[in-house]
């Protein structure tokens, strides 16, 4: 679980799951602080292939619909390894 209280919060995901390869992949320059410029920047692109879900890393957890309540999205229990909906 991630402490959000210093000044600075480095989180222990790091983008896991969410972002293709890995965090120094989206690594900017200090001396460039707004740049769009990284490995998978899109940000100037004119056609751009779909992303590639199957390169996702982190824990992947298979969901069914059925029987399940439905819950405003939000970031509550997305650290936890097993998920239990009662």
Do not use: C
Request: charged share 25%; no cysteine; glycine share 10%.
């Amino acid at each position: 679980v991630d402490d959000y209280t210093p000044a600075v919060v480095y989180t222990s995901a790091m983008g896991e799951g969410a972002i293709e390869g890995v965090a120094a992949d989206y690594e900017i320059s200090s001396a460039d602080p707004f740049s769009t410029r990284f490995k998978y920047s899109r940000f100037d692109a004119l056609t751009a292939a779909p992303r590639d879900a199957g390169q996702l890393t982190g824990v992947h957890s298979k969901l069914s619909g059925a029987g399940m309540p439905i819950r405003m999205a939000g970031a509550h229990g997305d650290d936890a390894k097993d998920l239990n909906f009662d």
